[in-house]
């Protein structure tokens, strides 16, 4: 259990879940609850059966359990900050995760096993404002509240800004529920028969249903201003086979990998259908000639060749390299969005493209590890990655009832690429110390960051990107990490400043650091506005062309052990951001840091030095999310019978 009210000095009076006992898991703003129960029956030494369950809940007002849309596009804070004096009205997020899985392995043999796995995976997530039925939502407003803020006018008349920009009755914008229920099974053999071979072939294969709704604006309407509403039966799976060998000190990895999807019976009826106008005919046409017939399902495959070398140069150097491929299917809404025929058709929504392929990502990696003492240790690791067949959006032209009009859909046609330097270096200082310094530099460019760029484009709330590569908003190109860890055994009685210490206990530090998010800046262009204001342009010529402000924290971890009642018990105390060092979360494209009061802010914030007088309102922008997490002390106690 870990239940928390956060930092942001604002909760709700109670959550409620509508699908997990309504109040009794949700005392405060965070609640996270899990479990697990695992067995081993050991039939005897050829044989052994293991089951486990796992349980986890999580209940809170968290906008990023919906944030699902998100490829490597770094998530909101989540925090709902417009409903902070609202918060009883707004959504609760129920995350309901629970697995049982079974796996027999048996012994062939001295050199030789089998092991079967099936497992039941379930998960549920319902968005909702305490149970509400969407019908039941209205729309949230902001009204005229004391104290009452004035402004002056050019003719001397004197009028009440228009609210303060944060909601003070109505819901939330989303009503939404989904699951996910799949089954698997994965058979795996491995055998080593001592010649300098150790093989490893497996088959796994995964049968899915998957359910969505997603109402948006409910007070719209029967089913809102915009829907979504499908279930989908896709399955997956892949098979694979793997050599290890060993010669002459030289140990390669070389694999084979098959990856193959079943879209499902849905996808095939839109693709069937020609009321579903949302798919063109030539969409149609390639979804028959990219896909292969078995037993009367459509389904797409992979071939990935996957390999690794490592060398010893010396008896303390040692080179490795390694090669892959790496495939990923895409995100569900990306191929089933709004594929019948009565989903909404509101402007500029994004509708699936049942023909979508998997994304792949091919990837290098190269590096050396020397050991100068027993214990001295560095690596360095160059990598390169390659992502394409990237998902993005483009505008079609319609067809049938939309001829005419446009809509926005999916499509491979991005791509990225990552390369960077990694370096570590570990060091044991004595029997009791130990060290690790890690860093790493990268960089991330491609056509888009995210699935979303061009709908973006299309909506006029992002320039359009030339064809060439740009920085990625989710690079994060440097970073530093040291760990220090002092471990006194029971027995050993070290002194410190000729001060003797108590035995039995363990501290560490550690401290990190890493660039800030990337942003698109706006630059001055020494005009200002009527009311006075700065006025500030983006410069879309350079798209997250700039780095926030870096982030950097210290944690502490201090714990002692002993024993009482025949039982081990260790007493622990943890500090996290031990400097309560404030981390830029939300940027301000102006200056590259959180905002505070005073400081110039761009077209469409807020400004408290220069207060919007037109409704609708926007908050001043002092969310309390604007930082990650300040200083965190906790205290607790582990027991083990």
């Known amino acids: 259990m870990f239940i928390t009210d956060l930092y942001a000095g604002y909760t709700a009076g109670q959550l409620n879940s509508s699908i997990f006992h309504g109040t009794t898991f949700a005392p405060r703003q965070d609640n996270d609850w899990s479990g697990l129960v695992k067995t081993t029956w050991q039939i005897d030494d050829t044989h052994k059966l293991v089951a486990g369950y796992n349980h986890s809940i999580r209940i809170n007002q968290n906008t990023q359990s919906l944030q699902t849309n998100l490829e490597y596009v770094p998530p909101g804070p989540g925090y709902p900050y417009e409903f902070q004096y609202n918060l009883d009205n707004f959504d609760t997020f129920t995350h309901d995760n629970n697995l049982f899985s079974l796996s027999w392995v048996h012994t062939l043999g001295p050199s030789t096993f089998y092991d079967i796995k099936l497992s039941r995976f379930f998960t549920h997530l319902r968005s909702d404002v305490a149970g509400k039925h969407w019908t039941e939502y209205t729309e949230p407003q902001d009204i005229v509240t004391l104290p009452l803020e004035y402004y002056a006018t050019g003719d001397s008349m004197i009028l009440v800004i228009p609210g303060d920009g944060f909601y003070d009755y109505g819901n939330g914008y989303v009503w939404h529920d989904h699951h996910v229920e799949e089954y698997t099974g994965k058979l795996t053999i491995e055998s080593n028969r001592g010649t300098g071979h150790k093989l490893k072939a497996g088959l796994e294969a995964t049968a899915q249903e998957m359910q969505l709704v997603d109402i948006y604006a409910p007070w719209y309407g029967e089913l809102g201003l915009n829907n979504d509403i499908y279930t989908v039966h896709p399955s997956f799976g892949a098979a694979f086979v793997q050599d290890n060998i060993i010669f002459s000190g030289m140990l390669a990895n070389v694999g084979l990998r098959f990856d193959w999807w079943f879209p499902g019976e849905y996808v095939e009826r839109a693709v069937d259908d020609t009321l579903v106008v949302t798919i063109p005919d030539e969409t149609r046409e390639r979804f028959y000639d990219d896909t292969y017939n078995f037993f009367g399902r459509r389904w797409k495959g992979r071939l990935s060749p996957r390999i690794g070398i490592s060398h010893p140069v010396s008896d303390n150097q040692m080179l490795f390299f390694s090669y892959g491929h790496f495939n990923k299917r895409p995100k569900p809404q990306f191929v089933y969005a709004k594929l019948g025929p009565n989903s909404a058709r509101s402007t500029f929504q994004k509708f699936g493209n049942p023909n979508l392929d998997l994304e792949t990502t091919v990837a290098y990696e190269l590096g050396i590890r020397q050991k100068f003492t027993q214990d001295d240790v560095l690596s360095l690791t160059a990598y390169y990655k390659d992502i394409f067949d990237y998902v993005t959006t483009i505008s079609v032209k319609g067809e049938g009832r ?240």
Do not use: C
Not at 419 to 440: I, M
Not at 465 to 470: L, R
Not at 514 to 541: F, H, M, S, W
């Open 402 to 641: 939309l001829s005419g009009k446009s809509f926005i859909t999916y499509v491979n046609l991005d791509y990225a690429r990552v390369r960077g330097l990694e370096l570590e270096y570990k060091k044991r200082a004595g029997r009791h110390l130990t060290g690790r310094l890690s860093g790493s530099y990268s960089l991330a460019t491609g056509k888009s960051s995210s699935s979303d760029d061009a709908y973006l484009v299309a909506r006029g709330q992002l320039d359009e990107n030339p064809i060439k590569e740009s920085n990625l908003v989710w690079d994060r190109p440097w970073q530093l990490g040291a760990d220090l860890i002092l471990d006194v055994p029971e027995g050993i009685s070290p002194e410190l400043f000729g001060l003797p210490m108590p035995d039995n206990w363990s501290a560490s530090l550690r401290f990190f650091m890493q660039t800030g998010k990337r942003y698109t800046p706006y630059i001055a262009t020494g005009d200002t506005l009527v009311d006075g204001r700065p006025e500030y342009l983006l410069d879309d010529d350079h798209p997250y062309s700039q780095l926030g402000q870096h982030w950097h924290w210290i944690d502490l971890n201090l714990t002692k052990y002993f024993s009482f009642l025949g039982m081990k018990q260790a007493l622990e105390l943890e500090v996290l951001n031990v400097f309560d060092r404030r981390n830029t979360n939300i940027i301000n494209p102006v200056t590259g840091r959180a905002y505070e009061l005073g400081d110039p802010v761009p077209p469409g914030w807020n400004d408290p030095l220069y207060p919007d007088r037109q409704a609708p309102v926007q908050p001043y922008p002092f969310n309390p999310a604007r930082y990650l997490s300040p200083r965190n002390i906790r205290v607790g106690i582990n027991v083990a019978f």
